[in-house]
C-alpha cells in the first residue's frame, strides 16, 4: 500500500519536473546581467545569439540600429547584451542590446559625473521644456534654458550633431539625467576670455558677432569676451540707430579703438577698417562750389545734407532760405529730398562743412533793385498795417514798407493811416533798396510834388521868417511857416529876458519872427529862435547908433534906434 502511494501520478509529476529542472536549469540569477554573445544567424525579426548559457538567446534587430534604417548586424558579431529572462516559454533566452548599451552607458556616466567630466551626446528631440540626449545609449534631459550662452531661436542645425555636455543631475535608479550645453559653452568661453584678453591690444582686428543691439551700439562677442561697438564707430556716414546696419547674429570684423585693462573694457570700431572719407574733402567741395546732396537728419537749427557716404554738411536754418524767417527746416526741406547746395565753408580738422541752400537761388532783393530803380513806381497790395508804417507785397515772397512819414506831405502819418487797409491796392515810389540788410524803402507822397519845396529853396539858415502859433506848450510854441513848414521854438529861445521865457504869452493864431537856425529837409522842420533874433537886432543898433565910448546907455540907444524906424515908416 506504501509503495503504492508514493507511485502516484501527482508525485511523479513533481519527480519529472525536479528532473527537468536539473538538466536545463531554472536559476533566476541570470536576468539583469550583461554577457557577451555572438550572433549564430539573423531570421526576419531577430538575431540569434549564443551567450553560453545551456539556450540561445534572441534579440530583436530594431535594437542594432535607429528606427528606419538596416540592421548594421551579421553572423559571428560579437556584442555586450542584457539578459530580461533567462528563459522564456520557447526555452529562449531573450536578451537586449539597448538595454546592455545603456547599462554600459550609465556606468561611464557616473564615473564622468562622479569626477566633473563632460560627456558626449546627440540631440535627438523635443520635449516639453527642453529637448533629450542620446549620451551613447542613456537618455539625458537637456532644459531649454541649458542650450546655449544665449537664446537661441532655431535649434535645428544642433540636431543630430554630437557634442560635448556636462551633467549636472543624474539618479540611477530613476533613470534621470540632466545636461547642460551651456556650461560647457561657459567654461569654453571663459578660457577664450582668458587667453584673448592677455593677447589684446589696440588696433587688433578682429572677427565677431553681434550679441545684442541697443540705442547707443551694438555688442559684440569676440569669443569669449564682448567689445562694444558704438553707433558712431559703425559706418562713416549717418546711423540714426545701429539696426539700421546691423542684426544680432551677423558675423562682423572689427578693429579694437581702445582697450582698458583695469576693467577690462573693450572699445570696437569697424568704419576704422574703410578708407576715411574726410582726408581731402577741403579739393573735393571747394568753397563756392555747387553739390547735389541728400537730406540725412532735420533738426530745430538746421538739416543736414550728404555730400557721399560719410560725408555730411550742415544747412543752417539761416541759409535756407532768402525769405522764410523763424520757419522749422521741417517746412523747407524733407528727410531723403535730393537738394542743391552751395560751400560756405569747410573745416576739415572738426569734419564740418557749412552749406547753402539760399545761394543757389538769386537774391530776390538784389533782383529787385536790377528790375526797380531808385525814383521808380510799383503797384503792390497792403500785406499788413504796423504803429510804424504799411508793408506791401511785391512779389510772392518779399516787401516793402512806406513809413507812416512818407504817406503825406501836410497830414500826420498817424492820422493817415487810418485811411488804409489791408488788401488794398496802391502805388508806391521807391526811395531806397538795401539788398544786404533786406529792405526796400517806399513813399506814397513821393507820387506827388513836395508843396513845400519852393519855400524850402528860400529860406536858409540865419534867416528871420514871419511865424504862425499853432500850438502853446510848457516847453514851447509850435509854429508854422507859409502854412507849409513846421517849426518849434524852445522855451528858451522865446526871449532874450529870462522873465519874457514864457510860452503862455503867446496865442494860437499869433505872429512873430524867429531866427531860423536849424533846417531840416528831409522832414521839413524848422528849428527857431526869438532870444537868437533880438540879440542879434541888439547887436546891430550898437552898431549903427552907439559905441563903447559914446557914453549913451543901451536904453538910449534902443530908443532911438526906434525912433528912427518909426520916423522911417
Known amino acids: 500500500m506504501a509503495s503504492a502511494t508514493q507511485n502516484t501520478p501527482e508525485h511523479g509529476k513533481e519527480d519529472f519536473a525536479a528532473l527537468l529542472d536539473e538538466t536545463l536549469g531554472s536559476d533566476s540569477a541570470f536576468d539583469g546581467t550583461v554577457v557577451r554573445g555572438r550572433v549564430i544567424r539573423l531570421t526576419d525579426d531577430h538575431a540569434i545569439v549564443d551567450v553560453g548559457l545551456k539556450s540561445e538567446g534572441r534579440v530583436a534587430l530594431r535594437e542594432f540600429g535607429p528606427a528606419g534604417t538596416t540592421p548594421d548586424v551579421k553572423p559571428g558579431d560579437v556584442f555586450e547584451l542584457f539578459i530580461e529572462r533567462y528563459e522564456d516559454r520557447d526555452g529562449s533566452i531573450v536578451l537586449s542590446r539597448e538595454k546592455a548599451r545603456r547599462e554600459e552607458a550609465w556606468t561611464a556616466l557616473e564615473s564622468a559625473f562622479a569626477h566633473n567630466q563632460r560627456v558626449n551626446g546627440t540631440i535627438y528631440g523635443r520635449v516639453k521644456g527642453g529637448f533629450t540626449v542620446d549620451l551613447g545609449g542613456a537618455m539625458a534631459f537637456l532644459p531649454g534654458s541649458q542650450v546655449d550662452i544665449r537664446p537661441v531661436r532655431d535649434v535645428g542645425p544642433l540636431m543630430g550633431q554630437p557634442q560635448p555636455f556636462q551633467i549636472l543631475k543624474m539618479d540611477r535608479a ?12 561657459e567654461e569654453t568661453r571663459a578660457e577664450q576670455r582668458s587667453e584673448l584678453i592677455q593677447g589684446l591690444k589696440e588696433g587688433m582686428i578682429l572677427d565677431g558677432v553681434v550679441k545684442n543691439i541697443t540705442d547707443y551700439g551694438a555688442f559684440v562677442d569676440l569669443g569669449g569676451v564682448d567689445g562694444l561697438l558704438h553707433v558712431t564707430d559703425i559706418a562713416w556716414k549717418r546711423i540714426n540707430h545701429p539696426s539700421e546696419a546691423l542684426q544680432i547674429g551677423q558675423p562682423v570684423r572689427v578693429q579694437v579703438i581702445r582697450f582698458n585693462s583695469d576693467t577690462q573694457r573693450i572699445s570696437l570700431g569697424m568704419k576704422q577698417l574703410e578708407a576715411d572719407p574726410w582726408e581731402n574733402v577741403a579739393v573735393k567741395y571747394p568753397v563756392n562750389a555747387r553739390f547735389t546732396g541728400r537730406v540725412t537728419n532735420i533738426t530745430d537749427y538746421g538739416a543736414f545734407v550728404e555730400l557721399e557716404p560719410g560725408v555730411e554738411g550742415l544747412v543752417h536754418v539761416s541759409e535756407m532760405s532768402w525769405t522764410k524767417k523763424n520757419v522749422h527746416p521741417g517746412k523747407i526741406v524733407a528727410t531723403s529730398q535730393e537738394v542743391e547746395v552751395m560751400v560756405l565753408d569747410v573745416d576739415s580738422a572738426k569734419r564740418r562743412i557749412s552749406l547753402g541752400l539760399k545761394q543757389v537761388q538769386r537774391n530776390p532783393w538784389e533782383q529787385f533793385a536790377e528790375e526797380h530803380k531808385v525814383g521808380s513806381v510799383i503797384e503792390g497790395e497792403i500785406r499788413n498795417i504796423t504803429e510804424f508804417g504799411l508793408f506791401i507785397g511785391l512779389s510772392a515772397d518779399i516787401d516793402g514798407m512806406v513809413h507812416m512819414s512818407d504817406l503825406s506831405w501836410d497830414e500826420a502819418g498817424e492820422e493817415v493811416m487810418k485811411r488804409y487797409e489791408k488788401g488794398q491796392v496802391v502805388q508806391a515810389k521807391v526811395l531806397d533798396v538795401d539788398a544786404e540788410k533786406e529792405r526796400i524803402s517806399l513813399g506814397i507822397k513821393q507820387l506827388q510834388e513836395d508843396p513845400a519845396a ?9 534867416d528871420v521868417v514871419t511865424c504862425v ?39 494860437v493864431g499869433e505872429k512873430v519872427d524867429a531866427k531860423v537856425v536849424g533846417l531840416d529837409r528831409s522832414s521839413r522842420k524848422l528849428s527857431l529862435t526869438i532870444r537868437g533874433r533880438e540879440v542879434e537886432e541888439d547887436k546891430q543898433a550898437i552898431s549903427e547908433y552907439g559905441s563903447s565910448d559914446s557914453g549913451a546907455s543901451l536904453g538910449d540907444i534902443l530908443g532911438a534906434a526906434i525912433r528912427r524906424r518909426t520916423s522911417e515908416d
Open 174 to 185: 530613476r533613470g534621470n539625467i540632466v545636461v547642460s550645453r551651456r556650461a560647457v559653452l
Open 454 to 462: 519852393d519855400v524850402l529853396d528860400r529860406i536858409n539858415k540865419g
Open 469 to 507: 502859433v499853432t500850438a502853446v506848450q510848457s516847453n514851447g510854441i509850435e509854429v508854422k511857416v507859409d502854412d507849409v513848414l513846421t517849426g518849434f521854438i524852445r522855451r528858451g529861445e522865446l526871449a532874450r529876458d529870462k522873465s519874457e521865457q514864457r510860452p503862455e504869452r503867446f496865442a
